[in-house]
């Protein structure tokens, strides 16, 4: 990995998770989740079109959490996207803050 993705991911990382920012306008320590958006099955993107996502927005959440139902993108991407935007609506987001 190149510095210049390393300091990317970085400045990404340091907005903590973006929909918990968005949504609930509080700061998560986030994970890094390459979005998935045009990719084959077993690929992933590159280390500029990431998205920082807390442990239950990108893995976990099956909506029984307490704040909008708290879907995250592996468990179920369709209510992940309906509830906060698509990977790459999110992704222009989070490219706008850095």
Request: proline letters at 2%; charged letters at 25%.
């Amino acid at each position: 990995m190149k510095k210049a993705e390393k300091e990317y991911i970085k400045k990404v990382a340091e907005l903590g998770c973006i929909v918990c920012l968005l949504f609930l306008g509080e700061e998560t320590e986030p994970n890094i989740h390459h979005i998935r958006s045009g990719m084959g099955m077993a690929m992933r993107n590159d280390n500029y079109n990431i998205l920082p996502l807390c442990k239950c927005h990108h893995q976990e959440g099956d909506g029984t959490q307490r704040w909008l139902g708290q879907w995250g993108f592996h468990k179920n991407q369709t209510k992940f996207e309906e509830n906060y935007g698509t990977e790459k609506e999110l992704l222009a987001k989070v490219q706008s803050m850095i």
